[in-house]
């Protein structure tokens, strides 16, 4: 039995007392911290063959048409994420959480996605965008514009327009739809439907008096205006749509959140106003988002915050809808159009979380998204439906130390540094706001709440906002054509695979023999097929 005194302010016996719990945390590994079956050599060899059965039913490729396509895009979603994610999965449901399938974890086919955007090796979430949406690499903090367009140089946005795989879907009679745990006009979505050198200019009133005389057109107005009638619209941004000075449904009070336009125009109303002949409903809150039957909903509007929506950890579950209760609403409105459908849903709050060093929120949102891909899958099927799911970019996020399994995943690595003696994270940024000295020393994070929503993980270098990473991601698909993502390709690959599976866009020549029939197969699954499927879901 070890006994240790420890005397406040005695930084030789705290640091002391810190190397035996290292040592017995050590060793009490001896005891294996996994189940008595990962013991056994059968237990591997059974569930590898499995695999490798799953694996060949694959061999049969899925060559149907695309009826929908969903686009799921977690926003700084890099690959240490994903793995990190699974382990919070598992350990949220009781488990040790490295064995954790994650749902984008069950897609048959993985590729990598080169990142960098065609001015920076570390790209921004704008010109990716543009490269997984529209098709073409772009320049950084520019969307749905070509890289002949400079950031912020309103006379470089005409005659540089591009256009993305949602006006291609909407154009082949398909209905469409954005979901986003942002502002709807922020960098991802935007590049759905704008054509902007600036990301920043979510209204009129974020844009330069001579952007404006030069007739540049917000974010916000373009939303409304170069796509007529988007069939689902979900997110935040509120205060984009309306007057300055207006104040906001939710927060009267709080100036912060009041209406940003210049132009004094209401776009809600306009929107509100122009659908009043169509099946069409706008709502700003959970409860009358909830009330939304979709069979008597073609079009639908939902802003439900001024600005981003809440960390899924700080959500208000009276008010505020989840991503999985938005995404599973708005298939249900998409799938009545006989045609199919183009939705794009981003866990854009992912991002958000690591730029703040605040990994235990990015985590909880890549957790949340994975559950909104999981409710998608249910009411969608893969013989009709191709689903993607990516990230635009990395992060500069990382964990580490030998730690145990099933040790929490935002808890400490077994040992003290060999260098200051003193405890660290498992996880760990390369920059950010988390790097804190204490008299010309690293902070002791055992005195801190390690553990808690908001703790700023360490960082090596100090920055007020931690980077983006410039490491390949990844890439998971499933449904029609989800073959074709393979390898590791440029991003702006990804639109012309699903147009391609969907008989959209530019190469359609294959969809029809010489005979006028399409040559590609219809979605109609057989009882051998329904069969495989149940063996890659189980």
């Given at each position: 039995m070890w006994y240790v005194t420890v005397v406040p302010g005695n930084t030789t016996t705290m640091t002391f007392f810190l190397i035996i719990c290292s040592c017995l945390a050590?060793?009490?590994?001896?005891?294996?911290?996994?189940?008595?079956?990962?013991?056994?050599?059968?237990?591997?060899?059974?569930?590898?063959?499995?695999?490798?059965?799953?694996?060949?039913?694959?061999?049969?490729?899925?060559?149907?048409?695309?009826?929908?396509?969903?686009?799921?895009?977690?926003?700084?979603?890099?690959?240490?994420?994903?793995?990190?994610?699974?382990?919070l999965k598992g350990q949220l449901s009781g488990q040790s959480g490295e064995e954790t399938q994650l749902e984008m974890d069950k897609f048959p086919f993985v590729s990598l996605s080169k990142t960098y955007n065609t001015n920076a090796q570390v790209a921004d979430s704008a010109g990716t965008a543009t490269a997984y949406l529209c098709g073409v690499k772009a320049n950084e903090g520019t969307v749905g514009v070509s890289a002949a367009a400079v950031r912020s140089q309103?006379?470089?946005?005409?005659?540089?327009?591009?256009?993305?795989?949602?006006?291609?879907?909407?154009?082949?009679?398909?209905?469409?739809?954005?979901?986003?745990?942002?502002?709807?006009?922020?960098?991802?979505?935007?590049?759905?439907?704008?054509?902007?050198?600036?990301?920043?200019?979510f209204s009129d009133g974020e844009m330069p008096a001579e952007a404006v005389q030069a007739g540049c057109k917000d974010i916000a107005r373009q939303l409304f205006e170069n796509i007529p009638n988007i069939d689902v619209i979900m997110g935040g941004g509120r205060k984009y749509m309306f007057p300055k000075n207006q104040s906001d449904v939710e927060y009267p009070g709080d100036k912060k959140h009041f209406g940003t336009?210049?132009?004094?125009?209401?776009?809600?109303e306009e929107w509100t106003n122009r659908m009043k002949n169509k099946k069409a409903q706008y709502v700003w809150n959970k409860r009358e988002l909830l009330t939304v039957n979709p069979n008597n909903v073609d079009y639908i509007l939902g802003l439900f915050e001024p600005g981003d929506l809440p960390y899924n950890l700080e959500r208000n579950t009276e008010t505020d809808p989840s991503l999985t209760e938005m995404v599973e609403l708005a298939i249900k409105i998409l799938r009545k159009n006989p045609r199919?459908?183009?939705?794009?849903?981003?866990?854009?709050?992912?991002?958000?979380?690591?730029?703040?060093?605040?990994?235990?929120?990015?985590?909880?949102?890549?957790?949340?998204?994975?559950?909104?891909?999981?409710?998608?899958?249910?009411?969608?099927?893969?013989?009709?439906?191709?689903?993607?799911v990516t990230a635009d970019h990395s992060h500069m996020f990382n964990f580490g130390g030998y730690t145990p399994r099933g040790n929490t995943i935002f808890g400490l690595a077994p040992m003290l540094s060999d260098v200051d003696q003193k405890p660290f994270t498992a996880i760990l940024y390369g920059n950010g706001p988390g790097f804190k000295v204490i008299n010309g020393l690293r902070e002791n994070v055992s005195t801190l709440d390690y553990q808690g929503n908001n703790y700023q993980a360490q960082s090596a270098v100090p920055l007020r906002m931690e980077t983006h990473g410039g490491e390949d991601v990844a890439v998971f698909a499933k449904g029609p054509m989800a073959h074709l993502l393979h390898g590791v390709h440029e991003q702006n690959y990804i639109p012309h695979v699903m147009a391609y599976a969907a008989c959209i866009g530019q190469n359609r020549d294959h969809c029809m023999s010489s005979g006028g029939a399409s040559s590609l197969s219809p979605a109609l699954p057989s009882l051998a097929a329904l069969l495989t499927l149940t063996r890659l879901l189980c």
């Open positions: 050590w060793g009490g590994l001896g005891k294996p911290q996994f189940p008595d079956q990962e013991k056994d050599p059968l237990f591997w060899n059974t569930w590898a063959q499995h695999t490798l059965k799953n694996a060949l039913t694959l061999q049969k490729l899925n060559q149907n048409t695309a009826k929908n396509l969903i686009l799921f895009l977690g926003d700084g979603m890099g690959i240490p994420t994903v793995t990190a994610a699974r382990i309103c006379n470089t946005t005409q005659g540089n327009e591009v256009t993305s795989i949602l006006r291609w879907a909407k154009e082949a009679g398909k209905s469409v739809g954005i979901v986003t745990t942002t502002r709807v006009n922020h960098a991802t979505p935007s590049a759905a439907y704008a054509h902007c050198v600036d990301r920043d200019w336009r210049k132009d004094g125009r209401n776009l809600v199919g459908f183009y939705l794009l849903v981003e866990g854009g709050r992912i991002d958000h979380g690591h730029h703040e060093g605040k990994a235990k929120q990015a985590l909880h949102e890549a957790v949340e998204m994975d559950r909104a891909i999981g409710r998608a899958g249910l009411i969608t099927s893969i013989y009709d439906t191709m689903t993607v």
